[in-house]
């Protein structure tokens, strides 16, 4: 089984950067990518950004392009999520997980093996 250990939240001001990363413990077979997802209280997990394994294609939501940049380390089975120009709404808890061959890349249906979850907390 597939093990995601987010790390790198914390307190930052707004404008502010932070970088996130998501160490996995193997790559399967039946996964191709890691995503990242974010949820603050009370709301729905949302789509962050992913990127593959393979090529290093990306995608991203909404509210992270052109801000956050998602890159990864192969060799490392590493993948870190660069943000700036943080924002009070951007404060959630930030989980990685691990895409499903051919599944959906934008909904947390396409996703197995989750992370904990790291808390990025944006405010002055």
């Known amino acids: 089984q597939v093990q995601l250990v987010e790390s790198g939240g914390e307190l930052v001001q707004p404008g502010g950067s932070l970088r996130l990363s998501c160490a996995a413990s193997e790559r399967t077979s039946s996964t191709d990518a890691l995503g990242w997802f974010r949820q603050a209280p009370g709301e729905e997990r949302e789509f962050v950004a992913a990127?593959?394994?393979?090529?290093?294609?990306?995608f991203y939501g909404h509210d992270a392009k052109g801000r956050f940049t998602i890159s990864k380390d192969n060799a490392k089975n590493t993948v870190y999520l660069q943000m700036d120009s943080l924002r009070p709404e951007d404060t959630a808890v930030y989980f990685c997980?691990?895409?499903?061959?051919?599944?959906?890349?934008?909904?947390?249906?396409?996703?197995?093996?989750w992370g904990q979850g790291t808390q990025v907390t944006v405010s002055s």
């Open positions: 990127i593959m394994w393979s090529d290093g294609v990306t």
């Open positions: 997980a691990a895409h499903i061959v051919r599944a959906v890349i934008y909904s947390t249906h396409g996703y197995d093996y």
